[in-house]
């Protein structure tokens, strides 16, 4: 069992935790690309509920701001937050928000 399939089976397993999500987050293209190798359809399934979930769910401009650093750029919590203007903390909790906002949408209880 490789990382995709550890990463794809805690999110699936347990209801969209916000661990799952962020480790999905975080290596979404690797794990898409391995999902399509492998031909696992439930995980590519699985995956493209979250880049719906992603795009529908009403994310603020800071939250925006901290998950390009993070997810998009790789850089850490700290300097996303020197870049920001705020502090380490802020912007983990700003990536929380974006988390828990996908959680509930994917859950059915988002309410935008």
């Given at each position: 069992?490789?990382n995709?399939?550890?990463?794809t089976n ?9 661990s799952?999500?962020n480790?999905?987050?975080?290596d ?12 696992d359809?439930?995980a590519?399934?699985?995956l493209?509920d ?20 993070i997810?998009?750029?790789g850089i ?5 937050g020197?870049?920001?203007g ?7 909790q700003?990536?929380?928000?974006v ?5 509930a ?8």
């Amino acid at each position: 069992m490789d990382n995709t399939d550890i990463v794809t089976n805690e999110v699936r397993d347990s209801e969209y935790p916000l661990s799952g999500l962020n480790k999905l987050f975080r290596d979404f293209q690797q794990i898409k690309a391995s999902a399509i190798d492998k031909s696992d359809y439930q995980a590519v399934n699985m995956l493209v509920d979250f880049e719906r979930a992603y795009e529908n769910v009403k994310l603020t401009g800071r939250q925006q701001g901290a998950d390009r650093f993070i997810y998009y750029e790789g850089i850490t919590q700290k300097e996303a937050g020197e870049r920001m203007g705020i502090t380490q903390q802020a912007v983990g909790q700003l990536l929380q928000a974006v988390l828990k906002k996908i959680s509930a949408y994917l859950r059915g209880e988002y309410n935008g």
